[in-house]
């Protein structure tokens, strides 16, 4: 199983990523995926996350209205679009796939974003 994350980097406040996670090893469509942060000493909070056939969605808190998940079932790989960016929005982003008592996680992706 592997879950292979990109896009991260630096960015000034205001501006946009786009995050990719590339899935193998497992039947793809058949998990929720969501994408997590973590930032410097703090737990790890969920971000977003996408029903199996990519028809539900869910957001935190901070980054709705602002961020987007989304899916390709074919290409077996999440996205996930971060808009307005602020400072706050600096972590590791992680991609996870979960189904009943399978959770996969990446090795993450770091996002700064300057002031």
């Known amino acids: 199983v592997q879950l292979v994350e990109s896009g991260g980097g630096l960015v000034q406040a205001g501006g946009s990523l786009r995050l990719s996670c590339a899935a193998s090893?497992?039947?793809?469509?058949?998990?929720?995926m969501s994408w997590y942060r973590q930032a410097p000493g703090k737990e790890r909070e969920l971000v977003a996350d996408?029903?199996?056939?990519?028809?539900?969605?869910n957001y935190g808190d901070s980054v709705k209205g602002r961020f987007t998940i989304s899916r390709d079932n074919a290409k077996n790989s999440v996205y996930l679009q971060m808009n307005s960016l602020k400072p706050e929005d600096t972590a590791v982003y992680y991609c996870?796939?979960?189904?009943?008592?399978?959770?996969?996680w990446g090795q993450g992706t770091q996002v700064t974003v300057s002031s």
């Open positions: 996870n796939a979960f189904l009943v008592t399978r959770n996969y």
């Open positions: 090893g497992f039947t793809f469509s058949r998990y929720v």
């Open positions: 996408i029903s199996s056939a990519g028809g539900s969605t």
